[in-house]
């Protein structure tokens, strides 16, 4: 089992810039990794995700141009780099690993990922 543990939340103001890093407690290589966001009173929704190898990511559109995730396997870590952040980003962030993913592959559906870690709070200030 995979324990995964997200850092580098906080609060900034609206065009600041923060990273999100997501540490395994084991070897990830050959699960998908994402990253998933969840506002008060609102759906947790897919942000950005990179396939087993790091060859792939997708973004969802609201994010796209501004957010860059990437993954260093040898640290068992992904992360999340935010730019040009809005007010509409203010969610807590979680990072979250799928165990079978077809190589290639990136689920944007949180019901495929099988471990998700705490959570990191990120506040954008207008």
């Known amino acids: 089992q995979v324990q995964l543990v997200e850092s580098g939340g906080g609060l900034v103001q609206t065009g600041g810039s923060l990273r999100l890093s997501c540490a395994a407690s084991?070897?990830?290589?050959?699960?998908?990794l994402g990253w998933f966001r969840q506002a008060p009173g609102k759906e947790r929704e897919f942000v950005a995700g990179?396939?087993?190898?790091?060859?792939?990511?997708v973004y969802a559109d609201s994010v796209k141009g501004r957010f860059t995730i990437s993954r260093d396997n040898a640290k068992n870590t992904v992360y999340l780099q935010m730019n040009s952040l809005k007010p509409e980003d203010t969610a807590v962030y979680y990072c979250?690993?799928?165990?079978?993913?077809?190589?290639?592959?990136?689920?944007?559906?949180?019901?495929?990922?099988?471990?998700w870690g705490q959570g990191t709070q990120v506040t954008v200030s207008s």
């Open positions: 979250a690993a799928d165990r079978a993913a077809i190589p290639g592959v990136i689920a944007t559906t949180a019901s495929r990922y099988d471990y």
């Open positions: 990179i396939s087993w190898s790091g060859g792939r990511t």
């Open positions: 084991g070897p990830f290589i050959g699960y998908a």
